[in-house]
């Protein structure tokens, strides 16, 4: 195992060399240390991070921001997920512990970049709103999907105490999203609740 400074060089090389199609693209490097690369151009910044903890290895995107407003990044998954390219890459960032091991992914990261981010990287501003859709969608998508296992947890338990008042009421709140043996359960409960 070589010094920190030596671990250090090789995310930032192996970022430096695969991302280097950025700046044949008119965007210059503006900072680089042992977990972050950050490339700007007049338009746009594209970072690529490394956590070391996690081991979690991801691109984001942003616009530069207007005067006064925070920068919003987006990350390739999202470009991904907006793109419909399905990959695996898609719903996890990479981890990858170890250092020496990093460049396929890093290589793999950029080859994505470089495919289907360029609207992106172009700094289309209309794609970049479409991105903000469509983060905010898959956020409510996420929500609902949090509130209904909710829901359906909440109405199993009652459904085996054979509180059917609250099954009932459960089960409405949700009707629209109900399975088969959830919509049989909600009639029969409809039939044998006490009031």
């Known amino acids: 195992m070589g010094s920190a400074g030596a671990m250090s060089m090789r995310f ?33 910044f594209v970072t690529i991070e490394w956590d070391v903890r996690s081991g979690e290895l991801e691109v984001f995107l942003s ?15 999202d470009l991904l997920g907006m793109e419909g390219v399905d990959a695996p890459e898609r719903k996890m960032p990479f981890q990858v512990a170890e250092e020496g091991k990093l460049k ?22 209309m794609y970049f709103r479409r991105l903000r859709a469509y983060r905010n969608a898959q956020a409510q998508m996420y929500m609902r999907d949090m509130e209904l296992r909710r829901v359906r947890a909440e ?8 509180e059917l008042d609250k099954v009932v009421r459960l089960y409405a709140s949700i009707e629209g999203q109900l399975t088969v043996s959830e919509k ?3 009639a029969y409960a409809k039939q044998h609740q006490t009031h």
């Not at 700046?23 to 490339?39: H, I, M, N, V």
């Not at 290589?107 to 992106?120: F, G, M, S, V, Y």
Request: aromatic share 8%; charged share 35%; glycine share 4%.
């Open 12 to 44: 930032a090389e192996a970022a430096k060399q695969a991302f280097s199609f950025l700046e044949r693209a008119g965007f210059r490097l503006t900072e680089s240390d042992p977990a972050q690369l950050k490339y700007e151009s007049v338009q746009v």
């Open 63 to 77: 616009l530069q921001p207007r005067k006064g407003k925070a920068r919003d990044s987006f990350s390739l998954r």
């Open 104 to 125: 396929p992914f890093i290589d793999k990261l950029a080859e994505d970049t470089r495919r289907h981010a360029q609207p992106a990287l172009a700094g289309d501003r």
């Open 155 to 162: 109405a199993d338990k009652a459904w085996q105490k054979r």
């Open 184 to 186: 049989a359960k909600l």
